[in-house]
């Protein structure tokens, strides 16, 4: 009886379509999380934690080594690529030639939107053999640092950018009228009020960095260990997904579905927090 | 409720002031009510923007709101038209009959009544198509089929509007590449186009530079007698130089009221409120 | 520290130093950036520009890809891309329309919808690769094939879909909505002729980022469209897609590296040419805004 009119039936049928919109998230924790379950009951958040080993086959589910390689390499991605990132979008806003910036965001845009094959083709065929030189076989947690850092650089050039020209003029005028120098306005006025937003890109590329999977499959050797030094081959969850999904059964399968779910639930608190961050310095 | 002809003392109750009877309204008008507003009380998120409203609108006349800004002339123009439906929150209360149909029953067609009751905004918004589409869509849609009507409707509406001789030959230019005041016009043929009876007009030259402004008025003046035109003005003199009826709104206790209605000649020259007084003659307001 | 002179000159220096450090971050920041962004551009158009002629683009690819070309790898993205626009396209403008158009703002929903979409945005996509077999491959029914690859890439690109479209309605200005209701228009004709089409080149950039985005993908494809990498007579079959071409070239087949260079450097071109579209659209809305 509402769908009456021509226009609450409209109404009505954008309304499912924004539901199902909003349901795909809901849709894939119901997934991800019911394909999990069994492996939760039977090897319990103790085995995933304590069990010495990645056996599957041997019921053996520890995953921690492969948590800590993903977490040592997304912190080594953040460390390079923060501070690069940082310094580009600097350089763009206040220091590039007028006829550079066009040129630059392009090719900073388009790094953003480089496959991540693509990048991955290039560190196993070019970076894995200069690691290899200095300790073979190369393929190591420093070739996934690098690629993932390169990966994630832009996301944090893009970010910085936009918090950075969020930054009123006035405030570059009020430091202007102080007598400031550009480098002491930026960095005593500028950078201070666009910390929120580059906060927050920073948070959004390590999130991406704890998702990334081919780029890091294809330079990190895949050997499942605690990473010890920046030349040992590492497995990362993402990538022992990929790996493993092919032949899994069983608890096995629903172990890689954990692995999953804890890898969502991260990145989904890093993404909420620097929402929350993002919104904060957008209300100051 | 079919509202017969005006008659005699209609109460403006509330309003502190009472209607006189229309003794020498101009030649064109019938002193017949086409709208009429009884107890219109108008919220925006629980916040008054008018309050107890009630006057007739007269077939064929010009009916200049006039008032400070904030008073609530926009408010109570886009009531006439329920498009204060579009802004949530806004709650309307009291009645509004058009041609002796309430507005606010549930049987009504709101594409209907918008036909039928056009409007002109304060800035011109031309869609961001053709001259010609701009006129052709709204004729669509109202199911005109006929290719060679609706041309001949353009035609005519831009020739009404005296647009004609300035756009026939770039009918297919963007709207949006005419000037401000060819804008304007063109955004008051698209709502004849549509054969209304009733023309909203709010502040429809403030927009405009005065040349532009000048040529807008004396169009609007010429539509008097074939339609009946509310228009909300800050121009003073424009209100007397084309309106037949003057209501004067003023904000009392935050939110709008109508202070005074009557006609133009009468509002300006013997106004019977001090506040009128005091703002025709440009000491208030 | 006593001596007043000292002191300032001692505040005085660090602060010179500071302000000399910032240029020069920001020059090297940014030329370690593009240098690299450069090699591996440069890397892929050396490498694969040799293996990259016309037969490449129409031949089957022979020797599990060593050799031949990449045709029916061509039609499966092809396939694998449709889908995911023919499905994300309508779902994705009838949110964002029924966001902006028919939620007031700051509803509970809207704010929910929001905040799922910024979710949604960073799912890793290996875990939509999961989300993808086990919900349209196994419960679904849809197995390995084209379809289940292409509806798996459509809940990926969604949200960005979404958000373009969104934006591009939020700019229109609300005269013209008031303009349309004045002329009676009905919600759904403001909407299709108006609205959409004074948004329509938002949406048209959204569309291109999404198809740009689903061309990258190779994580969500691999345990959802599959490897095979025969022709594929129809969205039911298993397809591959480049990038995942690219990948089992480089990782499991020894010496597919210079097709999968040649695949690589198909594949950015094409995103190049996604991606240049894409912006020269924002950039020309951008001047609009800014003139009007
Ligand atoms: N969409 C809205 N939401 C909330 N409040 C509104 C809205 N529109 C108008 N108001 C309020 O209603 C009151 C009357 O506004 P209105 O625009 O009708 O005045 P006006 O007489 O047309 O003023 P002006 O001459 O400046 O156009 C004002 O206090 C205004 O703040
Ligand atoms: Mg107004």
Redesign the pocket.
Known sequence: MFLRTPDSRFAFGLGIGAVCVSSILLLIFLFVTGEALPALKNVGLRGFLFDDAWYPTDESFGLVPMLVSSFVLSVGAILLAGPVGVAAAVYRLYYAPSWIRKPYRWLVLLLAGMPSVVLGLWGLVVLVPLIARIEPPGTSLIAGILVVSLMVAPTVTIMSESALEGVARSSWSGAAALGLSRESTLWNVVLPAARGGIAAGILLAAARAIGETMAVLMVTGNIVQMPDGPFSAVRVLTSNIALEMAYATGDHRAALFVSGLALTILVLLLSLTAARIAGLKNNV | MKTGPYTDKNDASGSGYTLGPVVSGPECCTPEAVIAVRGLDVA??GVA?LKDVSLDIYKGCVTALI?P???????FLSSLNRLTDM?GG?RVSGSITVDGWNIHAPEVNLQELRRKVGMIFQRPNPFPFSVRRNLDMPLREHGISNRYEREERIETALIDVGLWDEVRDRLDASALSLSGGQQQRLCIARALILKPSILLMD?PCSALDPLSSATVESMVGSLRGRYTVVV?T?NLAQARRIANYAAFFWVKDRA?ALIEYDTCGRLFETPKHKLTAAYVTGIAG | MSDSFSSSTERGRPHRIRDALLPVAAHLGTLVLCGFAFWVIMDIVWRGAPGLDWSFFVDEPTSAGRGGGIAPILVSTGLIVITAIAAATPLGLAAAIFLVEFMPTGSRFAAWTSLSLDVLAGVPSIVFGLFGSAFFGLWLGMGFSILSGGLTLACMILPLLVRTTEQGLRMVPDDWRRGAAALGLSRFSAVRLVLLPAAGSAVTAGLLLGLGRATAETAALIYTSGYVDRMPSSLFDSGRALSVHIYDLAMNVAGGDENAYASALVLILFLIVVNVAAMSISDFLLRKKVST
Do not use: I, N, P
Request: net charge negative.
């Open positions: 925006y998120d923007a008032g800004s904030g008073c609530g002339k926009s408010t802004s806004c502040e909300a800050h709008g």
